[in-house]
């Protein structure tokens, strides 16, 4: 008959990922001709609870190369882009986000400049990440445990009257000499 024990360990309580698609302004100098290229670096962010909430909060750079003067000339504008999003991950069955619960946060999507415009003297551009959140909380497991141990198998060797006969005749007494 077996009988059941419950153990308490971390896991996965919880799991979401979730597109973001937001637009950003940056103002240059001079009346930009055409955008050369934009580069997204030093992406990071953390995790936090909100509520009943996933929060995450973040910041990258983000490098805009244009030409102006009649693309006569180059400069490349850089600005720090923070920003705070919310998720609202679907928790496990009979689990609950509690002060004990770990935010794991990952990209799964790098920050990428999909649409940039020029508008006299500011740069409006877009950009698309993908995150992804795990909530690791406690949770029990049931297994269940057997009471009686299983009898031992007994190994024969199977050592017949022919074996033994065939030891004794081809067995040579006088291997050493």
């Known amino acids: 008959m077996a009988s059941y024990k419950e153990i308490v360990t971390k896991a996965v309580i919880g799991k979401g990922k979730k597109n973001f698609k937001n ?3 940056i103002d240059i100098e001079e009346q930009a001709t055409t955008v050369l290229g934009c580069w997204v670096i030093n992406h990071k ?4 609870k909100e509520g009943e909430k996933v929060g995450v909060s973040g910041s990258f750079d983000i490098n805009i190369w244009y030409s102006y003067d009649n693309d006569t000339k180059t400069k490349v504008v850089t600005k720090n882009i923070e920003y705070r ?3 609202n991950v679907r928790l496990r069955s ?9 935010i794991i946060v990952r990209s799964l999507s790098q920050p990428n400049c999909s649409d940039v415009e020029i508008n006299n003297n500011k740069i409006h551009f877009t950009i698309d ?21 299983e009898p031992w198998d007994i190994i024969d060797d199977e050592v017949t009257d022919e074996v033994l006969d065939n030891i ?6 006088n291997y050493l000499n």
Do not use: H, M, R
């Open 45 to 48: 962010f953390s995790g936090y």
């Open 85 to 87: 999003d919310t998720f």
């Open 168 to 173: 004794e005749t081809e067995v040579n007494e």
């Open 94 to 102: 009979s689990a609950d986000l509690s002060d004990e619960t770990d």
């Open 129 to 149: 990440k993908e995150l992804g959140v795990e909530i690791v909380g406690e949770t029990k497991v049931k297994i269940a445990i057997e009471d009686d141990e």
């Open 23 to 25: 637009q950003y302004d």
